[in-house]
């Protein structure tokens, strides 16, 4: 699927990728939804997250995380009040750090509340950039705050390129899980 360049585009990937991704939850057996992940260690698999990670919970989790970066930076910008989009202190060189804090804070959110939280956190990511029109979203600098890059890439970023993210995971996890 091509990077959306558009309103529409954007909701319509935002809206495929998360049909997909649940399509492949919902079609796991309940032993593997819960089973811990078993990457091995495969040398293709260096980036942190692969590590990071333990199970189907944490990556949704993840999702949840951004989903909240994505809302709480855009509300905040939208009332006049600079706000970077990664929290302090955390950089784009750092932001593995941040990921591994999210991981941590949540070992304790059981699969069903992590399922809820992504859930409605989606639904409000899809009505913010639903509010927006296509020129907000995808033309450069149309907000200062979005610096070089649009409000619809950080959209794209944390919908449909991150269920993308997500789905290999699952996908790995379902190759490699012994039931």
């Not at 950089?91 to 591994?100: A, C, D, F, R, S």
């Not at 296509?134 to 450069?140: A, P, T």
Request: aromatic share 14%; charged share 25%; with cysteine.
């Amino acid at each position: 699927m091509p990077r959306p360049t558009t309103k529409h585009e954007l909701i319509d990937a935002a809206g495929v990728q998360w049909a997909k991704l649940w399509g492949m939850v919902d079609a796991m057996p309940e032993e593997r939804r819960f089973a811990s992940f078993n990457f091995g260690d495969d040398p293709k698999l260096k980036e942190a997250h692969w590590k990071r990670d333990q199970n189907l919970r944490d990556i949704l989790i993840h999702l949840y995380e951004w989903h909240q970066l994505f809302i709480s930076w855009t509300a905040a910008n939208l009332k006049g009040e600079t706000k970077p989009f990664l929290p302090e202190p955390y950089t784009w060189k750092t932001y593995g750090e941040m990921n591994v804090e999210f991981w941590k804070k949540h070992q304790s959110t059981s699969f069903e509340d992590a399922t809820a939280l992504l859930c409605e956190s989606h639904a409000e990511v899809m009505t913010l950039i639903e509010g927006f029109s296509n020129e907000e979203l995808f033309e450069k600098k149309h907000f200062t705050w979005t610096g070089t890059t649009t409000l619809g890439s950080y959209g794209i970023s944390v919908s449909a390129s991150h269920y993308d993210w997500a789905m290999k995971k699952i996908k790995l996890h379902n190759k490699t899980s012994v039931l």
